[in-house]
C-alpha cells in the first residue's frame, strides 16, 4: 500500500507533474523496462514503489542480476555507481547528482592514492560507501554486512588497508581480533547520534533494546544489545521477541520496520543537537517528483570512463564471491 496515494499537481521548471505520480512512474517503468532500486533510507513512498529494497550489498546483488534495461536508483552517488560497474550497458539514472555521501567525499582519491603509496604491501578492503575511483584502487570491496566476513577470509600475515569509515574499521578490528591500518573517514549521520540521550531513553524505556549500524561510534555502540548492517538490523527487530526498540542508523529504516513488525515500537537514537541531523541529508535529496523527471527525461544518467569501471568491477567481484 502507497503511503499516499495521489502526489499534487504542481508546476515545476520541468514541466506539469501528473496527478497520479504513482500510476505515471508505473507506467515509465514498463515503457522503459526499467526497475527502482531503493536504499532503506530513501523516503517512504520511493520506498513504497520501489521494486526492491535492501543495504548495500542487497542492492549490489539485485543490480548485477537485473534483467532491466533501465537502473533507477534512489539512493547516493557511490550506490548508481556501485549498479554501473556491474551493468555497463544499462542506462543508470540518479534522481539527484547532487545525493551524494559525507563518508565517500572523506576519502578523496589522490590524498588515498598517496595513503596506499605509504603502505605499500598492504590489502586494500573498502567500504563500497566510497568512489568508483577509491573502488578502482582497491583489492576487495565490503559492506556492513560482510565485512568481519570478508576480513576472516584474508590470511592473517596479512596486512590489510580498511577504507573509508574508521568506526566500521575499528568494529571490524574488535570481531576479527585483526590490526587494520584505518583510513580516518566517517559518516556524518552515523557520527551525530548522542550517548546521553540513548541512555535517557534507555532509563525511560527500560523495556527497549538498543540496536546500532557499525558506523556508529565506539560510545555509541557500547549500549547496543545488537550491532548490525541496515539488513540485519531489520531482520533482527522481526525475529526478537522485545516490542521496543531504539533504533541507532538512518530514521528512513523504521519505515520498513513498521510495516514488517507493525506490533512493535520504534524509537529513532537522537542526534547531538536538537535537529534532524540524524536523517541522511543526502539521501533526502531524491524525491518522487524528481525520480518521475530522471524516467521521463532519461537524465541525470551516471557514466564513467571505462578503465576505471574494469578497476572497480573487481574488488566488486571479489566481493560477491567471498560474500557467497
Not at 224 to 244: P, R
Request: aromatic share 6%.
Amino acid at each position: 500500500m502507497f503511503t499516499t496515494a495521489l502526489a499534487q499537481r504542481k508546476n515545476t521548471q520541468l514541466g506539469e507533474l501528473p496527478l497520479d505520480l504513482f500510476a505515471a512512474i508505473q507506467s515509465l517503468k514498463k515503457e522503459l523496462n526499467a526497475v527502482i532500486l531503493a536504499h532503506y533510507y530513501q523516503e517512504p513512498d520511493i520506498q513504497d514503489i520501489a521494486d526492491f529494497i535492501g543495504d548495500s550489498l542487497q542492492l549490489a546483488r539485485a543490480a548485477e542480476k537485473t534483467n532491466a534495461d533501465v537502473i533507477v536508483f534512489a539512493g547516493v552517488h557511490f550506490m548508481a555507481e556501485t549498479a554501473k560497474i556491474l551493468n555497463p550497458d544499462k542506462l543508470v539514472l540518479l534522481p539527484d547528482l547532487n545525493a551524494g555521501c559525507s563518508l565517500a567525499d572523506s576519502c578523496p582519491a589522490d590524498e588515498f592514492a598517496a595513503f596506499k603509496a605509504a603502505h605499500p604491501n598492504h590489502l586494500v578492503v573498502s567500504y563500497i560507501n566510497c568512489s568508483a575511483d577509491i573502488k578502482a584502487m582497491s583489492d576487495i570491496i565490503c559492506t556492513s554486512s560482510n565485512a568481519v566476513k570478508i576480513v576472516q577470509q584474508i590470511p592473517k600475515e596479512q596486512p590489510i588497508i580498511f577504507a573509508p569509515d574508521r568506526n566500521l574499521g575499528r568494529y571490524v578490528m574488535e570481531q576479527t581480533g585483526r590490526d587494520l591500518v584505518l583510513w580516518q573517514g566517517s559518516c556524518v549521520v552515523h557520527e551525530t547520534f548522542s550517548e546521553k540521550k540513548i541512555v535517557q531513553l534507555k532509563i525511560a524505556h527500560p523495556e527497549a533494546e538498543a540496536i546500532a549500524h557499525p558506523e556508529c561510534e565506539s560510545s555509541v555502540l557500547r549500549h547496543a544489545s545488537f550491532i548490525g548492517s541496515t539488513a540485519a538490523l531489520l531482520k533482527y527487530c522481526q525475529s526478537s521477541l522485545t516490542k521496543e526498540f531504539i533504533v541507532a542508523t538512518e530514521p528512513g529504516i523504521i519505515h520498513q520496520m513498521q510495516k514488517l513488525a507493525p506490533d512493535k515500537h520504534f524509537i529513532p537514537a537522537p542526534p547531538i543537537n536538537n535537529c534532524a541531523c540524524n536523517e541522511c541529508p543526502f539521501m533526502r535529496l531524491n524525491t518522487l517528483e524528481k525520480l518521475y523527471w530522471a524516467m521521463k527525461n532519461r537524465t541525470p544518467e551516471i557514466t564513467m570512463s571505462e578503465d576505471t569501471r574494469l578497476a572497480a568491477l573487481r574488488p566488486m567481484q571479489r566481493m560477491l564471491e567471498m560474500s557467497v
